[in-house]
């Protein structure tokens, strides 16, 4: 093993547990003084670090007292997803269900006629509120042993609604190029469009928390 | 020889003693992250190695108990060399004071007799 290959899977698992980059690159740099003048004196730097490089990059790091918090964004963004997915059908019914309480309460005239974007924004806006919620609910309950992970939820509650503004527009465009298409695979796309992009909201969330308590 | 069970004994006996012993060894002489490691193998623990020992002096430099320098080296590349601090020295003169004292009561304990403070406490 070389010095380079040794920093670099020391660099990986000081990523992997969530250090900040900047004392990431103080600690590489640290480390790389010692080893080279180590190595100048001929001990091969695979003799120095005896054993697993990630554990000494862990102890390293625990003795260090940087302060660092796993970033675990694919956990979180799946966990998040499948909380939204169930948020969208629990939306769905409660949606209805409201739709037919209202209708019973209220005896509307025949010839009353709601604005078509009034409609669709309350009918989807009342479904993707839910699904926020599902969502939210979802890390809060599934990941609640991972730090800070009450500052991710209250980011996903600001962002998630944020980039909605952006992206239910270009998936709206996106339909509309295709001709409000219902083909398999204009549909698919659209999904993985949506999955994608909620995704990328939920890790910037989860990053925008720790960056927030890193420096806190 | 030592077997598994006596050097995981050893280990866990040093584990709160090395920091100490580091100290000591770095208030005779200043040295780098291998020379100290070569230096506590010729004091009498040879399986302590570079692993164990940087991260150690990475959390002692942590708490400011030890100082480094980056030394340009005529034979190679710039070296860090450790010294203990000012407060190293006073935490290392506590620490000696505490160890002293441990070892003789574990001492009378082994030899079968009651340490003199816990006999006056009688």
């Given at each position: 093993m070389t010095i380079d290959e040794a920093i670099t899977a020391a660099g990986q698992e000081w990523r992997r547990l969530g250090v900040p980059a900047r004392d990431r690159q103080a600690l590489a740099a640290d480390?790389?003084?010692?080893l080279e003048a180590a190595v100048a004196d001929g001990v091969p730097a695979d003799q120095l670090i005896d054993g697993d490089v990630t554990v000494f990059a862990r102890?390293?790091?625990?003795?260090?007292?940087?302060?660092?918090?796993?970033?675990?964004?694919?956990?979180?963004?799946?966990?998040?997803?499948?909380?939204?997915?169930v948020g969208v059908l629990v939306g769905v019914l409660v949606v209805a269900g409201l739709y037919m309480i209202l209708v019973r309460l209220f005896n509307?005239?025949?010839?009353?006629?709601?604005?078509?974007?009034?409609?669709?924004?309350?009918?989807?806006?009342?479904?993707?509120?839910?699904?926020?919620?599902?969502?939210?609910?979802?890390?809060?309950?599934?990941?609640?042993?991972v730090p800070a992970i009450g500052r991710t939820a209250a980011a996903i509650t600001v962002l998630v609604p944020l980039s909605a503004i952006v992206m239910v527009p270009l998936l709206m465009l996106f339909a509309r190029a295709t001709g409000y298409s219902t083909a398999i695979s204009i549909v698919l796309i659209e999904i993985a469009l949506s999955i994608a992009g909620f995704a990328a909201v939920t890790t910037l969330a989860r990053r925008w928390s720790l960056t927030r308590l890193l420096k806190g | 020889m030592i077997d598994g069970g006596e050097a995981d004994r050893q280990a866990q006996l040093l584990r709160g003693a090395l920091d100490m012993c580091l100290l000591a060894l770095l208030s005779e002489r200043p040295a780098h992250g291998y020379e100290l490691v070569q230096r506590v193998g010729e004091a009498g623990f040879p399986s302590v190695g570079y692993g164990t020992i940087y991260p150690l002096l990475t959390r002692m430099r942590r708490l400011g108990l030890v100082a480094q320098e980056v030394q340009d080296s005529p034979h190679g590349p710039a070296r860090?060399?450790?010294?203990?601090?000012?407060?190293?020295?006073?935490?290392?003169?506590?620490?000696?004071a505490q160890w002293n004292e441990f070892v003789d009561v574990v001492g009378s304990v082994l030899a079968g007799g009651v340490p003199s403070e816990a006999r006056s406490q009688q």
């Open positions: 480390l790389r003084l010692d102890r390293l790091v625990e003795e260090s007292g940087v302060r660092h918090v796993p970033a675990r964004y694919g956990q979180i963004a799946a966990t998040a997803l499948a909380g939204a997915v509307l005239p025949g010839d009353f006629n709601a604005p078509v974007a009034v409609a669709a924004g309350i009918y989807y806006g009342g479904i993707g509120l839910v699904a926020l919620a599902g969502a939210v609910i979802g890390v809060l309950i599934l990941l609640r042993h | 860090k060399v450790y010294a203990v601090s000012d407060a190293g020295h006073a935490r290392l003169t506590d620490w000696t």
